[in-house]
Structure formats: C-alpha cells, structure tokens
C-alpha cells in the first residue's frame, strides 16, 4: 500500500491529487505546518529532507514531487499521465516536469517570500522582476491553446505545475497573465483537484 506523508498547505496537494486522478488506494499521514509555516521535526523521522510531500511504498521511501509524481504514474497509473515512453512527446513533458521545481520556482518563490518579508534586495529585484516574467510567458506559450500543456490531456507536468501557479496568484504575479491565470483555474477545476483539497485541505493558506 502507497503512504503519501501530506503536510497542509503544500506541494504534496500534488501526489494527492495524482492519486484522486488515478482511483486508487493509499494511506495518508497528515501534518500540520507550525507557527513558522514550516513542516513539524516528526516529518524528517519519515525522510531527512523533512520536507513533504514524501511517498513510501514498502521499502522505497522518496521525496521531491516530480520523480515521486512519474513513480506512481508508471507502477500504479498504467502511464495514464505521461506520454507514450522513449516518445519526443515524453521528453518534451519531462523537460515541462522538472522545469517547475529546477527552473520556474526560484523566481516565484523569491519573489513570494520577498513579498511577504518586507521586500527584496534591489539587487535581486532586478533579477526576479524579469526572471517572472520571462517564466510566465514560456508558461503562457507552451499551453498555447491547451488546455493543458501537451494539448487535451492533462499530463504530471500540468500536476506538478499547479501549485506553483497558485503561489504566482497568491503573490499577484499573474495579473497580466491572464492566459496563464485561466490555465491555472483548468486544473483547479479538475473534479480529482477538489477532491484532493476536501482530503488534504485548501493548497493555499488563508490570507492573514
Ligand atoms: N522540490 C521539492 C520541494 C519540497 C518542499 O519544499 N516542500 C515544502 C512544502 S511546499 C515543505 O515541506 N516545507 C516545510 C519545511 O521546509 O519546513 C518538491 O518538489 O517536492
């Protein structure tokens, strides 16, 4: 049995909804962020990252969303949310996959904390600024006229994409990306989506 160690307002939202997509069984430990909004120590007894989302599935315990995402799709998901394997396709949406956390992420992240933390360096506002940017129209043009980023099917990219697209919103990145703020509301539309956040809770925390 797949356990998915889910911390509230996350990323493994993500490998909640891939296994609501998916139809099938899976146990879920749940933690709750502290008052810092970081995860509890009780988490890094499962992996030492202390970081979620983490899957355990008998003697395999893995962290980090993407390989954990392709991992589930392949032994479990008949491949149901990749492309067909060795494809041009398939490497296409394993460059969209990985591009999230390796690419996209620091200048939304940065740009998030900068936000909520009284402001960046104006050294690295000069970098984010247009980092963003640039990051949301190579978003913006690779779904195109979607409604995913492959086309008709949604694919892990897409699930893997979501969360940060939520986080570009909640720091009001997306203003004028509209197409991209449309994209994201697709997959938060997706009736797998809902059911994840009613198990795992909201993906965003409340606006204090
Ligand atoms: N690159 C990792 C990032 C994992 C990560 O940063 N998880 C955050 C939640 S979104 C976390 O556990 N933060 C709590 C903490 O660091 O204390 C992935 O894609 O899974």
Not at 147 to 176: F, H, N, R, V, W
């Amino acid at each position: 049995m797949l356990t998915l160690h889910h911390l509230n307002y996350s990323r493994s939202i993500r490998v909640l909804w891939l296994l609501e997509e998916l139809g099938i069984e899976y146990d879920l430990v749940k933690y709750e962020r502290d008052a810092n909004f970081r995860a509890p120590s009780t988490l890094k007894a499962i992996h030492p990252l202390g970081k979620a989302p983490v899957l355990v599935d008998g003697d395999l315990t893995l962290a980090e969303s993407a390989p954990i995402l392709s991992y589930i799709d392949a032994r479990y998901g008949d491949r149901r949310f990749s492309p067909p394997i060795d494809s041009a396709a398939a490497a296409i949406h394993d460059e969209w996959l990985q591009y999230v956390e390796s690419s996209a992420a620091l200048p939304i992240m940065m740009t998030m904390f900068g936000k909520r933390m009284g402001g960046l360096p104006e050294g690295l506002t000069k970098f984010t600024g247009p980092e963003v940017t640039k990051t949301l129209d190579y978003i913006a043009a690779g779904v195109g006229d979607g409604p995913y980023l492959m086309g008709d099917q949604l694919m892990l990219a897409d699930i893997q994409m979501c969360y940060m697209l939520a986080i570009a919103e909640s720091t009001g990145l997306l203003k004028e990306h509209t197409e991209v703020a449309a994209y994201l509301d697709r997959l938060r539309a997706r009736p797998a989506f809902i059911a994840a956040t009613e198990i795992g809770g909201p993906l965003m925390a409340p606006r204090r």
